[in-house]
């Protein structure tokens, strides 16, 4: 119980940093969907969905590496972590470098001639990301959550103000309603027509700070290099490489595949790229889920690692997922039952509702995903990364092939089924494989339970529909309620005795 409390504790850490931080910069939503129209904000959905794609590129799977080594033998992580920064940072500027080459080429090839600018900020951010990987993980190691917290809430509030301060102040000028004296300097520098890569000029500044943050993690690195220690590190990581290019596959390869197959006039009145657009934002929506999973993995993956040889690891991890499948059950209820609300506040103009539809479909399909990064203990502390690998590459193969059939017919929508049915299939094939080499008597009668469930409650309250907004709210949070004390009376053998936040559970 310790152990769960203790992974637990890092959890909030880790999901405080990211959920305060992200709910900030999520206020940024109604600012890019009032500033941009649909089309540039599709602009911005478009060009990070390639940045993830190549982010495997440049981490190489390093992280969980390191945390594979670095806990085989503690006492030699200093010179592990010299090895691999020294690794991570001279593959760092090569990469770079060769984006910074071809920056031109690639900014022709996706119709963004005399954009080329933009290529060059993103690829120095894909450069800062992965030098700054290895610090944030010894964090981890570690256990210095708050210290990991602070740094990632800095980095994301100094975005978010970066962001202000280019698309509301120096815009503002621009447009002659604040500061008329400066007004003229606006005008001569300031690039309305290309608003969006403001957004990426941010990205890069804030993120170039996270080197000066982490400067402490840095103390008593020297360059080392040892092909002989390295090359079986490699061996480990290479298949968390190919399995994080097919996990960016599933996950952004579709927003980036509805601009090329969606048929010319699928949507009235809407480009493809006005449609990337309207499904990026909603897209966001399911950033509730994406954090729970993030902040889980976050403290999970040095917890499975240290635990991995405990004889009752099994059962621990067991009751850690029934644990975490129901607070995610929890979040897609709350989230698609307050769709309307959510769509009223964030999405000041009405354009980008039209897609909130697909947001229980994306809700549910990240649940599965973090299902999946819960099963992959088994091949992660058994060095069996290359079944890893082949289950994420058929997964990215799953999404391309049923994107190439559903787009055409179904538009984003049918790519948010397909994001559903990838994960699903990844999960239940981890699943399969792993209760042969790492076996863990996982509640699959009671998790499938609570996902049917909750799909069933949230349709059933879809059903009810009227005219007032505040109306449905009310009506449909009953459904929360609902389920909250259906998961209390179920679990209730449990939870009873607990105190959580001062409140002892009944």
């Known amino acids: 119980m310790?152990?769960?409390?203790?992974?637990?504790?890092?959890?909030?850490?880790?999901?405080?940093?990211?959920?305060?931080?992200?709910?900030i910069s999520y206020l940024?939503?109604?600012?890019?969907?009032?500033v941009f129209l649909p089309g540039e904000y599709g602009i911005v959905t478009e060009l990070y969905a390639y940045i993830a794609f190549l982010y495997p590129l440049f981490t190489y799977g390093m992280e969980t590496a390191y945390f594979r080594y670095a806990n085989k033998n503690p006492e030699e992580e200093p010179a592990l972590f010299n090895l691999l920064s020294t690794f991570m940072i001279i593959s760092s500027f090569i990469l770079v470098g060769l984006l910074f080459w071809f920056g031109t080429d690639m900014a022709i090839w996706l119709d963004y001639k005399g954009k080329e600018v933009v290529f060059y900020w993103l690829a120095a951010v894909l450069g800062v990301d992965a030098m700054v990987i290895l610090p944030f993980a010894r964090l981890r190691f570690r256990k210095q959550p708050r210290k990991f917290a602070m740094i990632r809430f800095f980095n994301i509030t100094f975005a978010v103000i970066l962001n202000l301060f280019f698309l509301v102040f120096c815009l503002k000028i621009y447009q002659g309603e604040w500061f008329l004296g400066w007004q003229a300097f606006m005008l001569e520098h300031y690039d309305f027509e290309f608003k969006a890569k403001y957004v990426f000029l941010s990205n890069l500044i804030s993120n170039s700070f996270l080197i000066i943050l982490l400067i402490k993690e840095f103390n008593g690195f020297h360059p080392s290099f040892n092909w002989k220690r390295l090359a079986p590190i490699l061996l480990y990581a290479t298949p968390l490489l190919f399995m994080g290019?097919?996990?960016?596959?599933?996950?952004?390869?579709?927003r980036a595949l509805l601009k090329i197959w969606l048929p010319n006039g699928f949507y009235p009145d809407q480009s493809s790229l006005a449609a990337l657009g309207v499904f990026g934002a909603c897209y966001k929506l399911s950033v509730f889920m994406m954090l729970g999973i993030q902040a889980f993995r976050y403290a999970a993956e040095p917890f499975f690692f240290s635990n991995a040889e405990n004889k009752d690891s099994p059962k621990l991890f067991a009751k850690i997922m029934t644990g975490f499948v129901i607070f995610c059950v929890l979040v897609f209820v709350v989230i698609s039952l307050n769709l309307e609300v959510i769509g009223l506040i964030f999405f000041t103009n009405p354009a980008y509702r039209e897609g909130l539809y697909v947001v229980p479909v994306l809700l549910m399909a990240y649940l599965f995903n973090g299902i999946y990064y819960n099963l992959s203990v088994w091949y992660k502390v058994t060095d069996r990364t290359i079944y890893g690998a082949g289950i994420t590459i058929f997964g990215a193969i799953v999404t391309v092939a049923l994107n190439f059939l559903l787009i055409p017919v179904m538009g984003y929508f049918g790519s948010s089924i397909v994001t559903l049915i990838s994960y699903f299939l990844m999960a239940a094939t981890s699943y399969l494989?792993?209760?042969?080499?790492?076996h863990v008597p996982y509640q699959v009668f009671a998790i499938g339970k609570y996902i049917l469930l909750s799909s069933l409650l949230v349709y059933g309250f879809y059903q009810f529909d009227s005219d007032n907004w505040r109306i449905n709210f009310l009506i449909r949070n009953l459904g929360v309620l609902i389920f909250v004390f259906g998961t209390y009376m179920g679990e209730r053998k449990h939870l009873s005795g607990r105190v959580v936040f001062g409140f002892k559970i009944p």
């Open 28 to 34: 940024l939503v109604p600012l890019y969907t009032a």
């Open 245 to 254: 290019l097919a996990g960016v596959t599933n996950e952004m390869l579709s």
């Open 433 to 438: 494989f792993g209760q042969k080499y790492y």
């Open 2 to 23: 310790s152990s769960i409390k203790g992974l637990a504790g890092d959890t909030m850490w880790y999901g405080l940093s990211s959920i305060i931080g992200r709910m």
